[in-house]
């Protein structure tokens, strides 16, 4: 398994502004994602995070909107830009776990972000 | 439309007992589909895989079932224990996605001491 930290953990943001979430394994690993959970739901994929190129969006979600950056394989960062108070979720990363026929992911704690 | 259902947004039973969860998924093919525990204020946590040409697995207290044909997965903990209740989210793998899951809306399960 891998253990996964995120910072920061929570942030209560003005409309406007960006926020910039952390994303950090203690082991290298090819496949990060990031989620979106809003309250009371089950969880979104944003997109995956790819090593050396760009990451690859899901339907509804735009780079512009969700930049994101993986300059290395421990660590990948998540802005969240020009927030509106719909942006208010709980964004998740995680990571596959290595190996062929293993498929389960190991998720960070989660950044919980409110904007007012 | 493509569609994952989790029975019951709540689930209440009795310690001891065996807690049984449903999902049923429309208009998908799924490799493989994960069961995920979710507390509040952590990101979920793996408990079991099964694939799609498995009928049953099983770890400690915990069997998962996968039927295809009913696109359906049943989740049993058997010997229920308060320290069980928490959400628990099914997860597709689809073909040709990249590791990438499709979760389920989550069943919330309290066990009652």
């Known amino acids: 398994s891998a253990v996964i930290s995120q910072k920061p953990s929570r942030d209560i943001c003005q409309r406007g502004t960006s926020l910039t979430i952390q994303c950090q394994v203690d082991?290298?690993?090819?496949?990060m994602f990031w989620y979106r959970q809003q309250p009371g739901q089950s969880l979104t994929l944003i997109a995956t995070a790819n090593q050396g190129s760009e990451a690859t969006y899901e339907s509804g979600f735009v780079i512009d909107k969700f930049p994101i950056s993986r300059p290395n394989l421990t660590f990948s960062t998540l802005t969240v830009s020009n927030m509106s108070p719909e942006d208010s979720s709980i964004y998740l990363c995680?990571?596959?776990?290595?190996?062929?026929?293993?498929?389960?992911?190991?998720f960070g704690p989660g950044t919980r972000l409110t904007v007012t | 439309s493509q569609k994952i259902e989790q029975n019951s947004e709540a689930l209440n039973i009795q310690e001891g007992k065996t807690a049984t969860l449903t999902c049923n998924y429309t208009n998908y093919s799924p490799a493989y589909l994960q069961w995920y525990r979710q507390d509040p204020g952590r990101g979920p946590v793996f408990l079991l895989l099964?694939?799609?040409?498995?009928k049953e697995k099983r770890k400690e207290r915990l069997k998962v079932t996968f039927d295809t044909t009913l696109k359906q997965s049943l989740f049993h903990i058997t010997a229920s224990q308060p320290a069980d209740s928490a959400t628990y989210l099914c997860a597709l793998g689809l073909r040709g996605s990249a590791r990438q899951l499709t979760f389920g809306s989550g069943t919330q399960l309290t066990v009652l001491p």
């Open positions: 995680s990571v596959g776990a290595s190996g062929h026929s293993t498929f389960e992911q190991y």
């Open positions: 082991s290298q690993v090819t496949m």
């Open positions: 099964i694939r799609e040409n498995e």
